[in-house]
Structure formats: structure tokens, C-alpha cells
């Protein structure tokens, strides 16, 4: 399996090229390492460096308006590779792409990142724009 932890240069400035001034919702599957190990040689559990990371990141979340509006734990793969399992799903609601730009470029989460970097085997960081509530699939 091929590890996705963070974006590529092309990746993060085509999303950057996106229109920045309507809300996101960003789509994270996240499969974590069984042990996660820092730079400095000390390790914890996956799911721990990834609580770090997630209290360590929470404030700045928080000022720009971000929001779990939705957490998951897979159950079953109905249509897809069966290989492709994630420990954890959730969706972040933004107010804006250029919020989420801010929070990811702030000196304080860039500095919580190392966390989530020793904690993820691999990710899915997939941005949404809203469409609005419907009854029927379209």
C-alpha cells in the first residue's frame, strides 16, 4: 500500500488555485501506524500521537471556525478494495478554504504536524464544496 500522509507541492497548490471564499468540508481517512515514532526515537501508539496532534491543533481549528460535523468508524466495505481500511473516518466542516489555509499555515499547528506525521500510515484528505440537502440521489 502506497502511503499518503501529506500533500504534494502540486496537490496543495492546485487546492490553493481553488476558490477560496465558500465553505469546504474536507473528507479524512486516516489508517494509523501501530507504533508511531518520533524524530527524537521516543514512540506511542498511532491512535495516541494522533490525539497529540489533534490537542495540540484544537485551538487553531477552533478560531477559524472549523468543525467535525461528522466521525465514523469503519464497519464494512460494501464497494471498493478490501485492502483499503481505514481506523478512522470524519468530515471537518470550514467556513472557507482560505480558513483552512490559515489554520494549516499557522506557526503553532505547523508546529503540532510532527504528531500527526509519526501517527498516520496513511490518509485521505479529500476537499467537498456543498451542494445542499436532497431527497434523491443526483
Same mark, same amino acid.
Do not use: C
Given at each position: &500500500? ?14 490553493? =488555485? ?7 468540508? &474536507?473528507? =479524512?481517512?486516516?489508517?494509523? =501506524? ?7 526515537? /521516543?514512540? !506511542?501508539?498511532?491512535? *495516541?500521537?494522533? #490525539? #497529540? ?9 477552533? #478560531? ?10 469503519? *464497519? /464494512? ?6 485492502? *483499503? =481500511? ?16 490559515? &489554520?494549516? !499555515? ?15 500510515? !496513511?490518509?485521505?484528505?479529500? #476537499?467537498?464544496?456543498? &451542494?445542499?440537502? /436532497? !431527497?434523491?440521489?443526483?
Amino acid at each position: &500500500m502506497t502511503s499518503y500522509i501529506d500533500p504534494t507541492s502540486e496537490q496543495f497548490l492546485a487546492f490553493k =488555485n481553488l476558490p477560496r471564499d465558500t465553505p469546504i468540508m &474536507m473528507l =479524512n481517512l486516516i489508517k494509523f =501506524n501501530a507504533t508511531a515514532i518520533y524524530p527524537d526515537g /521516543s514512540s !506511542t501508539t498511532g491512535v *495516541e500521537a494522533y #490525539r #497529540r496532534y489533534g490537542d495540540a491543533s484544537a485551538l487553531i481549528f477552533s #478560531r477559524v471556525g472549523g468543525r467535525i460535523v461528522w466521525r465514523g468508524q469503519l *464497519e /464494512s466495505i460494501l464497494i471498493g478494495p478490501q485492502d *483499503e =481500511n481505514w481506523d478512522t473516518a470524519f468530515i471537518a466542516s470550514y467556513p472557507s478554504a482560505g480558513s483552512f489555509l490559515e &489554520m494549516v !499555515t499557522d506557526p503553532v499547528y505547523q508546529a503540532s504536524v510532527f504528531h500527526r506525521q509519526a501517527a498516520v500510515k !496513511t490518509s485521505r484528505l479529500i #476537499r467537498f464544496g456543498e &451542494m445542499g440537502e /436532497s !431527497t434523491v440521489f443526483e
